[in-house]
């Protein structure tokens, strides 16, 4: 049977940015692996491993495979006389941005029965809206930088000093996102983000924050983390870049921070990922600013699931600790007393 | 063409009251409307009105009904030679507790694209656990009652004086709650309340607290609200008082309060809506105790639509607003310059 079956495409501004992603890791993870492409109106289709080229989606020929239905149990193939199970262990959800990260394919894929690495519902809502994020940081006693939430209903000013960044609440992939650096640029700033959302979130814009990537997950043995990477410096990702990003699958600048430093990075990811993230491979952006540590993102799609960043993805893919759905009994306890009253 | 379809079952411990609920809401609304039920195996069945009573479903007879399949823009049915999709214009989610209100119900009509009332995937999240609902209440500016969140791998200790009353995290309907009065009754409620989740919430317990449900919506004209009901004094809801509660239509105890407090929770009520509860009729459970107002719980599929609270009931599902997911283009924009960069 095959391992894995990665799920990409998806209804998203990062549609793209999963077809890349999920290209690289094909190159990663291997043979008897199952490809299945959710297009622009949300169909699914059986890809060719052959196929999997850039080229063969954005030209409309994956239109020629063969359509799947969801069905209680799996992805279901329609032949002449019955309907035939897609057979594969796992699957993957590659969708990043807003379906594959906001709840919507976790819940499909836990609705209908179908085991998977990738976020649940609860851990796709928190990280998926900034504001969600940082109230859940605070709970969990690690520090986020100072931010304010706008509205497209309110009046558009702020009350921290400019450089500011404006993001809309809800993407991920820098989009939608600007530095302002007065109140003009803050204004524009406004417009481009209220184009992705109706609600934007404004941080304090620091230069020269260092910048820090940790993934890991839960797996049976206990947590997996991958090497600490600093990203390279530019002022700003711009969705050219992170797109390149998606499709990385070696070059990491290891960071060069002390041994304390790590571990106090690590034990703060656990804190975050605890109870929410689990079945999930997850990057956490860190901040480092004045000898204090900060969250700035979760990712729990990273690009190609950051595989870059691990000697052992492989491993780490395999020995995912993947929560299971609690048995509900029903039992019709209460009708059948009712009935009972009434002598039925 | 029908109006409303009325989704109900669902996999959850509020199986049956979502049933009983139905049941309730099909006298409400009247004619027209279409009855999709969800089995304990998360199958869809299309289910005629006049077999709406409670033993019809107890008693597996509605396995002779046509079974459904959620596909882009509905629910189908399949006959000899196609499959025809069910009619009707706006679906009414009516499962209760889990599925229906942690998100992944509103996930699937999202991703099929079925027009429907309920909350959407970030108000399930923030209100079926109890201590996002805190958060994100404090976030706003409204009180909330002091709390500890356990694991079940925590020591078995709060620092609250008993009583405190000990919740599941994430059910509804008062399921595995429990009060204590001292250390061994708060182990046998942490016993129980780990028998449904890995976390509970404990908060003080305080006897004679005031307690005001008030539901409302957002229209296309703005807000319409209920009457404000004090629900009938006892120590706690049992289940299967809270049974009975979700086949009411009628029987308010309106609460006898000042114009000032009815305004004030109205406010209170808005500040929680909105942004993330639209498409949903919301009953929020206020407290009142030494003149200040606290919020105890959102229930974004509240039982029976809490109907009876309205006078008008008919109208709010009718003007109710409903939500639209933003359109996302799919453009291969990145794809394309890239393989025009190599020439491709």
Same mark, same amino acid.
């Given at each position: 049977m095959n391992s894995f079956a990665i799920l990409f495409g998806g209804v998203s501004y990062e549609h793209e940015i999963s077809i890349v992603s999920a290209i690289t890791l094909k190159k990663v993870i291997g043979q008897n692996t199952v490809f299945i492409f959710c297009d622009a109106n949300r169909e699914f289709y059986l890809v060719?491993?052959?196929d999997?080229?850039?080229?063969?989606?954005?030209?409309?020929r994956y239109k020629k495979c063969?359509?799947?239905s969801l069905q209680q149990g799996g992805f279901y193939k329609k032949t002449l006389?019955? +309907?035939k199970k897609i057979e594969f262990q796992t699957m993957i959800n590659l969708i990043h941005g807003k379906e594959g990260e906001d709840g919507t394919i976790s819940s499909l894929l836990d609705f209908f029965g179908i085991e998977y690495i990738?976020?649940?519902i609860e851990g796709s809502v928190i990280s998926y809206n900034k504001e969600f994020t940082k109230l859940y940081a605070l709970s969990r006693n690690i520090e986020v930088l100072d931010y304010e939430v706008l509205k497209n209903?309110?009046?558009r000013k702020c009350s921290f000093d400019y450089p500011v960044i404006v993001k809309p609440l809800r993407l991920g992939s820098s989009i939608g996102l600007s530095i302002a650096k007065n109140e003009k640029e803050f204004d524009y700033a406004l417009d481009v983000a209220y184009e992705f959302d109706d609600t934007v979130l404004? +941080?304090?814009f620091y230069d020269g924050i260092k910048e820090y990537n940790l993934a890991g997950a839960k797996t049976k043995d206990g947590y997996i983390f991958s090497f600490i990477e600093e990203p390279l410096k530019q002022s700003i990702l711009d969705f050219d870049k992170k797109y390149l990003d998606f499709s990385r699958s070696e070059g990491v600048n290891k960071a060069k921070i002390s041994k304390d430093l790590q571990?106090?990075?690590?034990?703060?990811?656990?804190k975050l990922y605890s109870n929410i993230f689990e079945g999930a491979i997850v990057r956490c952006d860190f901040f480092v600013k004045d000898d204090k540590l900060y969250i700035n993102e979760i990712n729990p799609v990273p690009g190609s699931l950051a595989n870059y960043l691990f000697d052992n993805f492989n491993e780490v893919i395999s020995d995912i600790y993947l929560p299971k759905n609690r048995i509900v009994p029903i039992e019709y306890r209460y009708i059948n007393s009712i009935n009972a009253a009434k002598g039925k």
């Amino acid at each position: 049977m095959n391992s894995f079956a990665i799920l990409f495409g998806g209804v998203s501004y990062e549609h793209e940015i999963s077809i890349v992603s999920a290209i690289t890791l094909k190159k990663v993870i291997g043979q008897n692996t199952v490809f299945i492409f959710c297009d622009a109106n949300r169909e699914f289709y059986l890809v060719d491993a052959k196929d999997m080229k850039a080229s063969y989606f954005s030209s409309d020929r994956y239109k020629k495979c063969d359509k799947l239905s969801l069905q209680q149990g799996g992805f279901y193939k329609k032949t002449l006389f019955q +309907e035939k199970k897609i057979e594969f262990q796992t699957m993957i959800n590659l969708i990043h941005g807003k379906e594959g990260e906001d709840g919507t394919i976790s819940s499909l894929l836990d609705f209908f029965g179908i085991e998977y690495i990738g976020p649940r519902i609860e851990g796709s809502v928190i990280s998926y809206n900034k504001e969600f994020t940082k109230l859940y940081a605070l709970s969990r006693n690690i520090e986020v930088l100072d931010y304010e939430v706008l509205k497209n209903t309110d009046v558009r000013k702020c009350s921290f000093d400019y450089p500011v960044i404006v993001k809309p609440l809800r993407l991920g992939s820098s989009i939608g996102l600007s530095i302002a650096k007065n109140e003009k640029e803050f204004d524009y700033a406004l417009d481009v983000a209220y184009e992705f959302d109706d609600t934007v979130l404004i +941080e304090p814009f620091y230069d020269g924050i260092k910048e820090y990537n940790l993934a890991g997950a839960k797996t049976k043995d206990g947590y997996i983390f991958s090497f600490i990477e600093e990203p390279l410096k530019q002022s700003i990702l711009d969705f050219d870049k992170k797109y390149l990003d998606f499709s990385r699958s070696e070059g990491v600048n290891k960071a060069k921070i002390s041994k304390d430093l790590q571990i106090f990075m690590e034990e703060s990811f656990k804190k975050l990922y605890s109870n929410i993230f689990e079945g999930a491979i997850v990057r956490c952006d860190f901040f480092v600013k004045d000898d204090k540590l900060y969250i700035n993102e979760i990712n729990p799609v990273p690009g190609s699931l950051a595989n870059y960043l691990f000697d052992n993805f492989n491993e780490v893919i395999s020995d995912i600790y993947l929560p299971k759905n609690r048995i509900v009994p029903i039992e019709y306890r209460y009708i059948n007393s009712i009935n009972a009253a009434k002598g039925k």
